[in-house]
C-alpha cells in the first residue's frame, strides 16, 4: 500500500510568483485536504476536496485554490505570492467513510523571498 | 467553536523516564481526539485516536492517552522515553462542518530527550 506522497520536497519562489504544489492520495484514499504548518506553529486547515470539487475550506484567500484529478491525486496552487506564504504545506487523505483518520505526507518546505 | 490548547511548549526530559505531554480542547459537540508526532523535517504520523468507547487508547511506539470528558482532557503519556522520541507532537481535534471535516491542531509540544 502506497502511502501519501508530495512534490516537490521543497521550493524557492520570489514574491509576486505563482506556486503548484502536488499531492498523490493513499491507495483507496478519495478525500484530499491541504494544510500549512507556518515555522513553530501547527497546521492550518487551507480546504478539502472530494469528487473533484472544494467541499470546505478554511480561512485562507482565494489566492489559494486546488484541484483534484479522477485518480484522486491532488494540486494546491498559490498566486501572487507573500513572504507570510513561506511554510511547510501539508496534504492529508482519508476515504469518505473513515475521514475522521486523516493520512499525511512528508509535506513541501515552501520559502518566498 | 472547538480548539485545542497544548499547555507546554517544550518539554525535556531525561532518557528512560515517564512523560506526559498535556492537552486540553473545547468543544460543544462530541469530539474525536488525535495526536500526531512530527520528527524533524518530516510531516505528520499518526500517534492514536480516540473517536469512542474506552478512554484510555493505546498507540504506536508505547505511548497512550485518556480522554477524560469531565476535564476536557486528552494527555499523551509514555512510561519511559528513549533518545528517538524526540520530535514535535500535536494535539487535535476534528471538526465536522456542512458534509466536510478539518483537523484543528494545538501550537504543539516539544519533547526533547537527553541522555
Known amino acids: 500500500e502506497t502511502g501519501v506522497t508530495q512534490s516537490p520536497t521543497h521550493l524557492i519562489k520570489t514574491r509576486g510568483q505563482q506556486v503548484t504544489l502536488r499531492c498523490s492520495s493513499q491507495s483507496g484514499h478519495n478525500t484530499v485536504s491541504w494544510y500549512q504548518q507556518a515555522l513553530g506553529q501547527g497546521p492550518q486547515f487551507i480546504f478539502q476536496y472530494y469528487r473533484e470539487e472544494e467541499n470546505g475550506r478554511g480561512n485562507f484567500p482565494p489566492r489559494f485554490s486546488g484541484l483534484q484529478f479522477p485518480n484522486y491525486s491532488s494540486e494546491l496552487n498559490v498566486n501572487a505570492l507573500e513572504l507570510d506564504d513561506s511554510a511547510l504545506y501539508l496534504c492529508?487523505?482519508?476515504?469518505?467513510?473513515?475521514?475522521?483518520?486523516?493520512?499525511f505526507g512528508p509535506g513541501t518546505r515552501l520559502l518566498v523571498l | 467553536a472547538q480548539s485545542v490548547t497544548q499547555l507546554d511548549s517544550q518539554v525535556p526530559v531525561f532518557e528512560e523516564a515517564p512523560v506526559e505531554l498535556r492537552c486540553n480542547y473545547s468543544?460543544?459537540?462530541?469530539?474525536?481526539l488525535f495526536w500526531y508526532v512530527q520528527y524533524p523535517n518530516q510531516g505528520l504520523q499518526l500517534l492514536l485516536k480516540?473517536?469512542?468507547?474506552?478512554?484510555l487508547v493505546k498507540g504506536i511506539n508505547g505511548f497512550e492517552a485518556e480522554f477524560n470528558k469531565s476535564q476536557t482532557s486528552f494527555h499523551l503519556r509514555k512510561p519511559s522515553v528513549h533518545i528517538s522520541d524526540t520530535a514535535e507532537y500535536f494535539c487535535?481535534?476534528?471538526?465536522?462542518?456542512?458534509?466536510?471535516?478539518?483537523?484543528?491542531f494545538g501550537a504543539g509540544t516539544r519533547l526533547a530527550v537527553h541522555p
Open positions: 492529508a487523505s482519508s476515504t469518505r467513510q473513515g475521514q475522521e483518520t486523516q493520512y
Open positions: 480516540y473517536l469512542s468507547g474506552s478512554t
Open positions: 468543544s460543544s459537540v462530541s469530539v474525536y
Open positions: 487535535a481535534v476534528i471538526l465536522f462542518s456542512g458534509g466536510y471535516n478539518k483537523l484543528i
